[in-house]
């Protein structure tokens, strides 16, 4: 059974840095594709970054936000500079490999003006 947990959201002043983690409990996490998603109040829940092929990024956060993983530590990172507060929301990860897809409980994200 696999279990994801994310950490690391909180209250930043725009134009700060956070860095979320995704801890994966489970067996091989090195084969799945990790995706990040965030969802705003009153807003569809929107896919920010996946890992799958070469990264893709969101327009929106591209060039501000950089996904990343650690195979040994069995946990995926969001990299998040340059916040804005339009980006604040609930962030989640997914572990997803073939047609399933695993999420994680969200973290809060909140980027102050």
């Known amino acids: 059974q696999v279990q994801l947990m994310e950490s690391g959201g909180g209250l930043v002043q725009a134009g700060g840095s956070l860095r979320l983690s995704c801890a994966f409990s489970?067996?091989?996490?090195?084969?799945?594709?990790m995706d990040w998603y965030r969802q705003a109040p009153g807003k569809q829940r929107e896919l920010v970054a996946t890992?799958?092929?070469?990264?893709s990024y969101a327009d929106s956060v591209k060039g501000r936000f950089t996904a990343s993983r650690d195979n040994a530590k069995n946990t995926g990172y969001l990299q998040m500079n340059s916040l804005k507060p339009e980006d604040t929301a609930v962030y989640y990860c997914?572990?997803?490999?073939?047609?399933?897809?695993?999420w994680g409980q969200g973290t809060q994200v909140t980027v102050s003006s």
């Open positions: 997914a572990a997803r490999r073939g047609s399933v897809t695993y």
């Open positions: 489970g067996s091989f996490f090195s084969i799945y594709i």
């Open positions: 890992s799958a092929g070469n990264k």
